[in-house]
């Protein structure tokens, strides 16, 4: 069954008319230069809302999303939904078979077999979607806002997500594209110079990625949105599941105080609830790049050790992204020289990030 953009506005109408849609007060906005933490913003605290004009809308992403972010923002500022927003910029990483971190052309498992995850949130209505493990489906991204906006459920995975996708009328196709076969063939006959799998001189440095793409978006009404897609780790075991469809790791929102998402060793990330944390040090008062550096401290501290260099640092790295429902904006990872992608009323372009370590 097909879903047109017609059955989602109804939908969408209905669920508001229901009343269970939360509404914000147009101006709604943080007056961060006065002070005013996030946290003061809690519900139910008593405090009404600092009403200090509008939020500033700013999107936020892994540098991979440079184009997205323009795409996104140019969305928003014409009014459209945050999560419809960044989910029109993440597509673009996801059809695009040059990345090779994400939907078509993302690395395979050790099979060969492209399995990706995603999930959003959407903070106006406090809905989260996800899906794991899901084949041959190029944009995993709009699969999960499926699984939010038609079933009672928050994550689909394997066989059930596939079958769930195409029941929504999502088209099927082969996600391994020449270049990556070619990657996971070279892989393959690397793994042991003993098989019968010959080593190939010629044969370029092995990839391996642990890529993706996040995006985070706040609105001038200061609505907020989050979302997070990958194909995960390069020649995973079939079946891994990373960071990126686990909300709370791999992206989280909260409409009161901001969103956050990120990208890297997954498996160091589920074991923090990094996405969760940050907001929840953004409700405590910190600036978006000061929460995402925190954050990647208690990933230090959480390291097991044959994860740590001779220097007790972490072998692998990890990126962290933020937006405050101010508009205020940051990037953080474990070493010096990343980048992220922000979109402005100063238009598209990437910043450095903070970092805990210098390489
Ligand atoms: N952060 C992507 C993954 O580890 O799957």
């Given at each position: 069954?097909?879903v047109t953009?017609?059955?989602?506005?109804?939908?969408?109408?209905a669920?508001?008319a229901?009343g269970?849609v939360?509404?914000?007060?147009d101006d709604?906005g943080?007056?961060?230069?006065?002070?005013?933490?996030?946290?003061?913003?809690v519900e139910g605290s008593?405090?009404p809302a600092?009403?200090?004009?509008?939020a500033?809308p700013?999107v936020?992403?892994?540098?991979?999303g440079l184009r997205?972010?323009k795409?996104a923002?140019d969305?928003?500022?014409?009014?459209?939904?945050?999560?419809?927003?960044?989910?029109a910029?993440?597509n673009?990483q996801?059809?695009?078979?040059?990345d090779?971190s994400?939907?078509?052309?993302?690395?395979p498992?050790?099979?060969g077999?492209?399995q990706?995850?995603?999930s959003?949130?959407?903070?106006?209505?406090?809905?989260?979607?996800?899906v794991a493990a899901?084949?041959?489906?190029?944009t995993?991204?709009?699969?999960a806002?499926?699984?939010?906006?038609?079933?009672?459920?928050?994550?689909?995975v394997?066989a059930?997500?596939?079958k769930f996708a195409?029941?929504m009328?999502?088209r099927e196709?082969e996600?391994?594209?020449?270049?990556?076969r070619?990657?996971w063939?070279?892989?393959?006959?690397?793994?042991?110079?003993n098989d019968a799998w010959?080593?190939?001189?010629?044969?370029v440095?092995?990839k391996?990625t642990?890529?993706?793409?996040?995006m985070n978006a706040v609105?001038?009404?200061g609505?907020?949105?989050?979302?997070?897609?990958?194909?995960?780790?390069?020649?995973k075991?079939?079946?891994?599941?990373?960071?990126s469809p686990?909300?709370g790791?791999?992206q989280y929102c909260?409409n009161?105080v901001?969103?956050?998402g990120s990208t890297?060793?997954?498996?160091?990330?589920?074991k923090?609830?990094a996405?969760f944390?940050?907001?929840e040090?953004?409700?405590?008062g910190m600036?978006?790049?000061?929460?995402?550096?925190?954050?990647l401290e208690?990933?230090?501290?959480?390291t097991e050790t044959?994860?740590?260099?001779?220097?007790g640092?972490?072998?692998?790295d990890?990126?962290?992204?933020?937006?405050a429902?101010?508009?205020?904006?940051?990037?953080?990872t474990?070493?010096s020289g990343?980048?992220?992608a922000?979109c402005?009323e100063?238009g598209a372009?990437?910043?450095?990030?903070?970092f805990?370590?210098r390489?």
């Amino acid at each position: 069954m097909p879903v047109t953009r017609r059955e989602f506005l109804e939908k969408s109408a209905a669920v508001a008319a229901a009343g269970f849609v939360p509404r914000l007060p147009d101006d709604f906005g943080l007056n961060l230069s006065a002070g005013t933490a996030p946290g003061s913003l809690v519900e139910g605290s008593g405090a009404p809302a600092v009403l200090k004009g509008r939020a500033r809308p700013c999107v936020v992403s892994s540098s991979n999303g440079l184009r997205g972010v323009k795409v996104a923002y140019d969305q928003i500022v014409s009014g459209a939904d945050p999560l419809d927003a960044i989910i029109a910029g993440v597509n673009i990483q996801e059809l695009d078979p040059e990345d090779q971190s994400v939907g078509l052309g993302g690395l395979p498992n050790e099979e060969g077999v492209v399995q990706l995850d995603a999930s959003c949130m959407h903070g106006p209505t406090r809905r989260a979607g996800a899906v794991a493990a899901l084949e041959d489906i190029a944009t995993p991204s709009l699969v999960a806002k499926a699984v939010m906006d038609y079933t009672d459920h928050v994550m689909l995975v394997g066989a059930g997500a596939k079958k769930f996708a195409k029941a929504m009328g999502f088209r099927e196709q082969e996600l391994l594209t020449e270049k990556s076969r070619q990657d996971w063939l070279r892989w393959k006959a690397r793994l042991n110079a003993n098989d019968a799998w010959l080593d190939h001189d010629d044969d370029v440095r092995i990839k391996f990625t642990t890529g993706t793409i996040n995006m985070n978006a706040v609105t001038a009404s200061g609505d907020l949105a989050s979302v997070t897609t990958t194909s995960g780790m390069a020649w995973k075991v079939p079946g891994r599941i990373g960071d990126s469809p686990i909300v709370g790791a791999g992206q989280y929102c909260d409409n009161l105080v901001g969103a956050a998402g990120s990208t890297g060793r997954g498996e160091a990330n589920i074991k923090t609830c990094a996405s969760f944390l940050i907001v929840e040090f953004m409700r405590a008062g910190m600036a978006p790049r000061a929460a995402c550096l925190k954050a990647l401290e208690r990933v230090v501290a959480m390291t097991e050790t044959r994860l740590l260099g001779p220097n007790g640092r972490p072998k692998f790295d990890l990126e962290f992204y933020a937006v405050a429902k101010d508009g205020t904006f940051g990037g953080a990872t474990l070493y010096s020289g990343g980048k992220f992608a922000v979109c402005d009323e100063r238009g598209a372009r990437l910043e450095e990030a903070g970092f805990l370590f210098r390489r």
